[in-house]
């Protein structure tokens, strides 16, 4: 579990994973991103969206005509001649629709917008989850090349000792000038070596930064990675945390969900529609011409309304079609995630364990070596071992420092692989 404290950076100070895990979090572009489609999902997720709700509209209208007007009667009424026959029709109505029947479709709908919003708290946590990982293999990847630089530090200082020690020989007339220069030339790619690694590890604070989406992390900082290794892990019990818990798989049987909410929906197309209109209105007309000089209604009305689609042009029919097919590949895709799931667990499980073997073979050859080192160096300066000799066994001894270094954090980083497959590196 990563443990949240405040981030302070200040000259060679150590910053610690968890410190820079609770950056990336706060400041990650993917996550803010995934957070902000998440939200969006929440605000769909009502029943209004969904079609429980009915919907209210107000509506007016006026209507103002002036015509010449000449009217005509049966049963011995006089003709009407208007030169200028104004007529004025107006109304204002209050609607209330709602649909009483629609084959449970806002049920459903409802359904799966909230799915929708479990969905996109399942990518929300992926992006985490993915953040979280890049950051650890950034950090340790800091780490070794911090650990590098010391080792060659250590290396510089060593061929310092002998090249101080060959000029003092020198003065007294001692040593030769072949020694010399191979000692120069040794110290000069050292120190270019140093050069190098600074160069390394600038680039991998860039990558840090990059994956928490800040400057925060400068040249400056020390990172001190934990190989401390959680040696309960097995394979059974991770692959039976990644069957419960990796999102890979909770997200492809949400979708598998979602594919028979979709088809439920479709189908609800076989069924009629009920749909109702409650209105509140007034209706007013004038005329300067006919029977009826002005005309005045005012009242509720009530509609009722049955729809039944009889043929759709096989569109309804494609749709149940697609919808099935949708849901057989979602089926599909959780077989195929499952399957790699498995085999990645299997690999990174077998890596893991050579990994671990590793490491007490590389840390018995750290220890020969050293004693190799020491003694060929004290050989050395006595006269009785060669420069060539020297040197051999510095360099294996500092090679078994890096390699020692690696395969532990080689081990931790496996370890840190097993709890993503399992679903558990953000816990």
Known sequence: MFIISPLAITGQEIVKLDEVVKIAIENNFNIKIAKNDLEISALNATIGNAGFLPTVDFSAGYNYSNTISKTTFHGGFPDQNNSAAASQNYNANLNLNYTLFDGLKPVYKLKRSKLDVTLRNTQYKQAIENTIYEVIQ???????????????????????????RIETKRKYGQGTEVERLNLLTSYNKD????LRLKLNIRQSIRQINKAIGTEDITDAVIVKADTDLDLDINYEKTLESALQNNLMILQANQNITRSKLDLKIAKTELYPKLNTTISYGYTGAKNDVGIMNSNDAVGPSVNLGLSYSIYSAGALNRAIKQNKLNIKGSEITLQSIRYEIEQNIKDAYTNHQNNIALIPLEESNVSISKENFERTTNAYNLGQATYLDYQQA???YIQAQKLVITARYNAKLSEWELRKLAGTIAK
């Not at 590098?148 to 101080?164: H, P």
């Not at 120190?191 to 140093?194: E, K, V």
């Open 394 to 396: 510095e360099l294996n």
């Open 138 to 164: 950034a950090y340790y990847s800091l780490a070794i090349l911090q650990e590098d630089y010391r080792i060659a530090e250590q290396k510089l200082s060593f061929t310092k000792v002998q090249l101080d």
């Open 191 to 194: 120190s270019t070596q140093l």
